[in-house]
């Protein structure tokens, strides 16, 4: 294959939808990661701390120490996830280095620019972004993310404001759909997103990018949830190495995406699981103390 031909926008989000049905999980550790690839997780996010410890800690969260990443890198045979902060485009310069698969342009880690994302287009390695709404998503697809999630609210264990973002989106989507052509431009214009985008949601009904559920997702019953509602996939962040059994909570949830409409199976799956890991109320956080606010 010619240099011209690696990193497509056709091949990152062809490598996108690979992920479909799968679980992401974060590792902070090699024998994290090989639990996740033991519990049949389709790609690890390599990260210093899951997103519970970023909240507790505070100060500047940052890239991960490339040490640590390539550490992963050699630890499992699926695909390596990493996170940057928002507009650090020397971060991802050196994590496209380090040849991991996929970078996240988390609002988890500390944002670096408070008004611009980095166009994602100039990468060869795709991108994954959060998004809380449509405009927000597209956005994000016109500079180039291969993959949308939703923000949730990473660390709190607390699904509601994925839940939020996931209906937020699709319900967006059916609104466009209902739209005649003629006013897809002042749509454009209200969600401030691209007008190509906003045509091809008209048209298809769905995003142009796979699309993930991410934050607050700890039970396999709310990973399912995030699937019944209509999204491809799920992240699993704190949710499983702050829990009491972290390998067969893992194995869970996995397994509860892959037969989310299945209650006979979620039961047997969510039974002895041990304690999840400990819950904040949404309500109980300060306006600074949100992540999922950060980026635009």
Sequence with gaps: ??????????????????FKGGVIMDVVTADQARIAEAAGATAVMALERVPADIRVDGGVARMSDPKMIKEIIAAVTI??????????????????????????????????????????SEFKVPFVCGAKNLGEALRRVGEGASMIRTKGEAGTGNVVEAVRHARTVLGEIRAIQARPAEELM??????????ELVRWVHQHGTLPVVNFAAGGVATPADAALMMVLGLDGVFVGSGIFKSDNPERRARAIVKAVTHY???????????D????????????????????????
Excluded: C
């Design 273 to 296: 699981l041990g304690a999840p890991m400990t819950g904040i109320n949404i309500d109980s956080l300060i306006p600074a103390e949100r992540l999922a606010s950060r980026g635009w």
């Design 261 to 271: 409409q299945n209650a006979d199976v979620l039961a047997e799956i969510s039974e």
């Design 79 to 120: 695909p390596v996830m990493a996170k940057v902060r928002i507009g650090h485009v020397v971060e991802a310069q050196i994590l496209q280095a380090l040849g991991v698969d996929f970078i996240d342009e988390s609002e988890v880690l500390t944002p670096a620019d408070e008004q611009y994302h980095i166009l994602k």
């Design 1 to 18: 294959m010619t240099d011209s031909q690696t990193g497509t926008p056709q091949l990152k989000q062809g490598f996108a939808e690979m």
């Design 186 to 195: 002042t749509v454009a214009r209200d969600l401030q997103a691209p007008y």
